[in-house]
């Protein structure tokens, strides 16, 4: 596999200033209406609120994220390149996480550091 790099030029950085939150699987309610947790739909908005009214990016992009105990720092830069796989990045990711869950690791919250690319 080969790694491009990311043109970092023009990036745009943001703190979002709370504990970091999973986001949270969908729930059902007794009529069968499924529904995104309170929990996770507060902390997506946190996010939103934190990113404020800074550039949206065109093209492709690459992001960087840092989780710690009180915070989180996103990075979104351009990057060159482009994929003929459809599907989202985090999606192809949890496959493969929890598909080596039990033999590579017994939890995939072991994992502290994830690089991935759609080529």
Known sequence: MTVRKPRKR?????TV???PVPK???RMTRRGRVF???RTLDAEALVRQAWGN???FDGAVGIEITFSNDRTHIRVFPY???SKLRGDIDNYIKTIMDGLNGCAWEDDKQVLYVVAEKA
């Open 24 to 26: 949270g699987r969908p």
């Open 10 to 14: 023009g990036a745009v950085t943001v």
């Open 80 to 82: 060159e390149g482009e």
């Open 17 to 19: 200033p709370h504990k």
């Open 54 to 56: 800074r550039r949206k």
């Open 36 to 38: 995104t947790p309170q």
